[in-house]
């Protein structure tokens, strides 16, 4: 099942596993992409479990220490969003650029309604709201591509579920979830590999691949 994955991907049998791994361990790397706010350094009195203020005052040393404080950022997550977004552009020099800049337009404006935005926190899609997103995907590149021997259907539905999510969910509601007050820095596709981006276009690929041989099946049993 995994090789006629990364095949229907055009990934060549021989990096499936690489690929993998990168995802598996990209997991908790971030690329900054543009910094919000300035570290900045604040001065904290030195708590007195750790040095008494007597023992402070005795040998003359300041009872005030350093802090410094983090850079404030938008960051991209390796596996969550670096890697998937690339295999969904590679599919434009594959599948039908049309269908899947129609499919990603169509997944950004459900994704931009169905997600919930948290201030300061994180953007978060119910499970229910993630299958239906998924589901428009995967139907609307079926209505769009016609399947054929190398079922190009599945590259565009994968593709356009995860530049749609991309988009309609994530770049359109920057504004919107104020990563200017955020506690932590906040990184697009930060989940990892449980990110709406990386599950969507997972799961729009597994149900594109084998929702016709399903229905084929269903269809004869009932005969």
């Known amino acids: 099942m995994f090789s006629t994955l990364i095949a229907r991907l055009g990934i060549a049998p021989g990096l499936g596993l690489p690929l993998l791994i990168a995802a598996f361990f990209g997991c908790s790397i971030n690329l900054p992409l543009f910094i919000l ?7 904290q009195r ?3 479990e750790i040095f008494p203020l007597w023992l402070l005052k005795c040998l003359c040393l300041p ?7 983090f850079y404030g950022y938008i960051g991209l997550n390796v596996s969550g969003g670096l890697i998937p977004i690339i295999l969904a552009l590679y599919q434009f020099h594959r599948a039908q650029p049309v269908a899947i ?14 997600v919930t935005v948290i201030p300061g926190r994180a953007i978060v899609t119910r499970v229910s709201r993630f299958w239906l997103i998924t589901i428009v995907a995967v139907l ?3 209505a769009l591509v016609v399947g054929g021997v190398n079922r190009s259907d599945v590259s565009v539905a ?6 749609g999510t991309t988009i309609g ?3 359109l509601h920057l504004k919107d979830v104020r990563p200017e007050i955020a506690a932590t820095p906040l990184s697009i596709g930060g989940a ?3 990110d709406g981006i990386a599950q969507c276009g997972l799961c729009a690929l597994i149900i594109a691949e084998w929702l016709p041989a399903t229905m084929a099946w269903l269809s004869a049993c009932l005969r």
């Open 101 to 114: 800049l129609i499919v990603t337009a169509v997944v950004a404006s459900f994704s931009y309604f169905l």
């Open 46 to 48: 030195v708590s007195f």
């Open 158 to 163: 994968f593709a356009g579920g995860v530049l």
């Open 63 to 69: 009872s005030y220490k350093t802090q410094s404080e």
């Open 169 to 171: 969910g994530d770049l």
């Open 140 to 142: 609307s590149a079926m």
């Open 192 to 194: 990892g590999l449980d």
């Open 37 to 43: 706010t300035q570290a900045r350094q604040s001065k």
